[in-house]
């Protein structure tokens, strides 16, 4: 009989070990941003923690807000977002935090508005592979003190059902309005992924993406913004992580 070992069996002390970690560093929660501006968005997210380090595999970090361990990974697609949900919940990670950008799909979503998932349907080709059916939920207390905290700085959120598709270029506009009708608020590349893996291990998790594309209008991210969205924009996007790094303070002490 074969004693081969696939990765999905591999064990938390074996990743522990092979991150050179110990029970004790394991980060409490992990973010993971899907962008293609990878070090655009390593430079500017890390610059909040202390203490960062790029662990064993390459473009993983962790390091400290307010005395909490927190991963972050520019993970772009719902295979690499698989991978990191995966290790640092299976390790310990008590809260699995998505952000990113959004194509919008419904009337009345303007760039810079917030998206709220509470459910996410599952068209990423991987959120299946742990446990996750035609629809994944966002946890729902994490996802209203995300709401709260986005109302205080008087961002538009927007909460509902949410779309993740395998491709940002294999959409075109007949699959666009078949999403609109359906009633699906947005679309990304990860979410459901994130949700799915997470609630495989039994760790909470939610989506916070900011409206970039307006997809019912034809725009996508190659379309320039008026400043005033390109401003609405920037700003949502430091927003999510910096909301993310709220919601990691309130995870209680283990």
């Not at 938390?12 to 050179?20: F, G």
């Not at 459910?119 to 209203?144: F, K, M, P, T």
Request: charged share 20%; glycine share 8%; with cysteine.
């Amino acid at each position: 009989m074969s004693t081969a070992k696939s990765i999905m069996e591999i064990s938390k002390a074996e990743w522990l070990a092979a991150l050179q970690l110990t029970e004790a560093e394991a980060p409490e929660a992990v973010i993971v941003e899907g962008s293609w501006w990878r070090q655009q968005r390593n430079d500017w997210r890390l610059s909040y923690l202390t203490g960062v380090e790029e662990l064993r595999f390459p473009d993983i970090f962790a390091g400290e807000w307010r005395g909490k361990r927190v991963a972050y990974c520019c993970a772009y697609g719902a295979p690499r977002a698989a991978e990191i949900i995966h290790l640092f919940s299976l390790i310990g990670a008590r809260l699995a935090i998505q952000i990113g950008t959004c194509g919008g799909l419904q009337p009345g979503l303007n760039p810079g508005d917030i998206i709220l998932p509470t459910v996410a349907i599952a068209r990423d080709g991987v959120a299946h592979l742990y446990g996750g059916q035609e629809e994944v939920n966002s946890d729902a207390l994490w996802s209203e003190n995300a709401r709260n905290a986005m109302l205080e700085r008087r961002i538009d959120v927007h909460q509902g059902i949410h779309l993740t598709w395998s491709s940002i270029f294999a959409q075109d506009r007949r699959l666009i309005e078949t999403w609109r009708q359906a009633g699906y608020l947005s679309v990304d590349m990860e979410t459901a992924t994130t949700l799915a893996t997470a609630s495989y291990f039994g760790v909470p998790a939610l989506s916070m993406l900011a409206v970039w594309d307006d997809l019912i209008q034809g725009k996508s991210f190659l379309d320039p913004l008026a400043q005033d969205e390109q401003n609405a924009l920037d700003a949502s996007n430091q927003a999510v992580y910096e909301v993310a790094l709220q919601l990691v303070e309130m995870i209680n002490t283990k």
